[in-house]
């Protein structure tokens, strides 16, 4: 993809979507942008005739055609800004609300800033109330590698996840090595 971008050369790949839909793209490579957990590419999708973002990790069979483009100019003139407007029209918020039976100051320690700060509670653990636009799955996760117990109050999509994501983690550790293979 890099290549592509340096080379100025159309690039063609096998997009996933988020809800499992593939399609073929032909694109004018633009930019990676990194939002820190994840990649991007930036790109004029010639088939849609529009600018899009590709997260990077959905991508396969990238092909650089061999046919060179003039890069065309991006609305917001510049990747990172584009990627932010693009993601922000894309994802649905919601509030969170859970209880850890630590300390505000140990929960604070193992928590990305930007995910909210802890308010302490008079039992000597802590409630953490925030908004975000990632998936309640992805939250799930990050919550149970805290390594702290917590509990989810709200909202009900975020109990059922952990809820969920308990029974298969318990089931896999459960399971008869012996079955495997």
Do not use: H, K
Request: charged content about 30%.
């Amino acid at each position: 993809m890099a290549s592509a971008i340096a080379g100025r050369e159309r690039l063609r790949f096998a997009y996933r979507a988020g809800d499992g839909t593939g399609t073929r793209r032909v694109t004018e490579p633009y930019r990676l942008v990194s939002t820190g957990r994840r990649w991007y590419l930036v790109a004029y999708d010639l088939d849609r005739t529009d600018w899009r973002t590709f997260r990077v990790d959905r991508v396969s069979e990238p092909f650089a055609t061999g046919a060179r483009f003039d890069p065309r100019e991006l609305p917001t003139g510049n990747a990172a800004e584009y990627l932010r407007q693009s993601m922000q029209r894309r994802q649905e918020t919601y509030a969170f609300t859970v209880t850890f039976e630590e300390p505000a100051e140990a929960v604070t320690a193992r928590l990305p800033a930007w995910l909210g700060t802890p308010e302490p509670l008079a039992d000597g653990g802590c409630r953490l109330r925030a908004t975000v636009s990632d998936s309640v799955e992805w939250l799930a996760v990050r919550l149970a590698m805290l390594g702290y117990t917590f509990t989810v109050q709200e909202p009900a999509e975020l109990v059922e996840c952990v809820r969920a994501l308990g029974t298969r983690l318990t089931r896999a550790a459960d399971a008869d090595p012996r079955r495997a293979g």
